[in-house]
């Protein structure tokens, strides 16, 4: 039982690159988050999902794009990347609404 | 916009100390008020969490007392140790919504042996 995992672990980007941060977990959880951590401003929520086939915008979503194709599966994409994105990218799993949320690793990126 | 206001930013407690962090929230259907503790490197993990209907509640050394008239929350650590430096985040959700946690800012905790 490997809870959540989170690939890459690091990631350096050029401005305009794109990328594909993929998130899964094995715990059979139906709620799937994507947050991003910079310094001094916690966690924010970029989009989340309630369930295959289904995303929703967040706090801070602009220049971000998300799928939930598998269940398991919840992919954060960067279209043209831009250096306002330079940030660890948290992803976190729940089996309903306000219980425990399970956390990856991270994704240090990196856009120069 | 939904806030979680935590404080103070950075704390340094002897070891043995109380170590204390607070956050207040302004949104009063939320429901769920966890605390969550990173390590360097690390993802965020569950420490301890309350709702509404219960003022306190403890787990070891950690408690977290809550007043829901002043919408405020605390985590306190007993007897802390330095393994307990971390950086600790205060989060408030639920309420029917599935919209994820608001947190806090966070605070950097320093436990000096």
């Known amino acids: 039982n490997a809870g959540v995992t989170q690939t890459p672990k690091f990631r350096v980007l050029k401005t305009g690159q794109s990328m594909t941060l993929l998130c899964a977990q094995d715990m059979n959880h139906e709620y799937m988050y994507w947050y991003r951590q910079d310094p001094g401003m916690g966690l924010r929520l970029i989009h989340y999902?309630?369930?295959?086939?289904?995303?929703a915008k967040g706090e801070v979503p602009d220049g971000y794009n998300v799928s939930r194709l598998k269940k398991q599966n919840f992919l954060l994409g960067l279209e043209s990347a831009a250096p306002s994105q330079t940030s660890v990218y948290f992803c976190?799993?729940?089996?309903?609404?306000?219980?425990?949320?399970?956390f990856g690793p991270g994704t240090r990126l990196t856009v120069t | 916009q939904q806030q979680v206001k935590q404080s103070p930013q950075s704390l340094i407690v002897q070891k043995g100390g109380i170590s204390i962090i607070n956050c207040a929230y302004e949104?009063?259907?939320?429901?769920?008020f966890p605390w969550y503790q990173q390590f360097p490197g690390k993802g965020p993990a569950l420490l301890i969490a309350i709702r509404p209907d219960v003022s306190e509640k403890k787990e070891g050394r950690f408690t977290i007392s809550f007043n829901k008239s002043a919408k405020q929350f605390s985590l306190h650590i007993m007897d802390s140790q330095p393994g307990d430096s971390a950086t600790y985040f205060c989060a408030a959700g639920g309420g029917g919504g599935a919209d994820g946690l608001t947190f806090g800012k966070g605070t950097h905790l320093i436990i000096q042996p």
């Open positions: 976190a799993s729940t089996v309903g609404q306000g219980l425990e949320q399970y």
């Open positions: 949104n009063t259907a939320f429901d769920y």
């Open positions: 999902s309630v369930g295959e086939g289904t995303t």
